[in-house]
């Protein structure tokens, strides 16, 4: 109700995430909103109005290849994340299915805008056709030690952090180079020509968007090296923080009126 109230008052705002349409759109149904989403770690822009992807940004057929084999050498099975002209994601994996993916592919195996495709063998070259996202998990030791090499040889963006959840559990984000939070933040700030920009976080993958703006926020149960970054540590997620301290912000509540 606040983001929406708020948003139908004119503020400009919206998520920036590394979850896809498929999930975010479902858990903004009812909220109200002026701007496209940032997704995918700013691979894309989801129209909401429209149910349609705008910006996005593919990684390059060789390269993403290159990023898949990487993973395979270190044991792990990479998602593969392709774009197709209908708006669709189609999500390929091969072999073994580990009991962290289960429950991933569980969780949205259900949701529109996305279609889950096993194998036991990758397909050819075409396989890596407009791929938006490389997505891997396991242990969190191997998954950040995989970041570093993939990180020292190959031109693309990646990110490795521990799951929220769990953080014995690490996971592996493969984007086309250039692709951030931050960009995708900045370039909304410049089309929106919005002067001033507020953001909150609470893991790694957002650290670069916190650098760009001009007044970082960070959740109380956010990662300790976000809490340590932010301009402004706030209470947890579970408990509106992010909504009431928007309405403190624009001097709508008192800030001693939490309730």
Known sequence: RVISDLSHMGALITVATARTPATVDRILAHTFTRLP????????LWDRPHRCYADPHPIAPDL???AYRLCLSAGLS???YNLTDDGMLHVHHVGDISPLEQRFIRDR???LLKQFHFHSEMAPTSSFDATMLLLAMGPVEDVMKLGE???LSIGLTVQAYPDNYDPRQ???EVFAQGVSKAAAVKAMAERTGAEWVTVFGDNLNDLPMMEVADEAVAVANAMPEVIERADTV???????????Y????LGLVDCNDRH
């Open 37 to 44: 989403l940032i997704v995918m770690t700013g691979a894309a």
């Open 64 to 66: 993403a290849g290159e």
């Open 78 to 80: 990479p998602f593969v």
């Open 109 to 111: 195996s259900q949701l």
């Open 149 to 151: 090499t993939m990180r």
């Open 170 to 172: 690490g996971v592996l």
């Open 234 to 244: 706030i209470g947890p997620n579970s408990e509106e923080s992010v909504a009431r």
């Open 246 to 249: 928007i309405l403190e912000s």
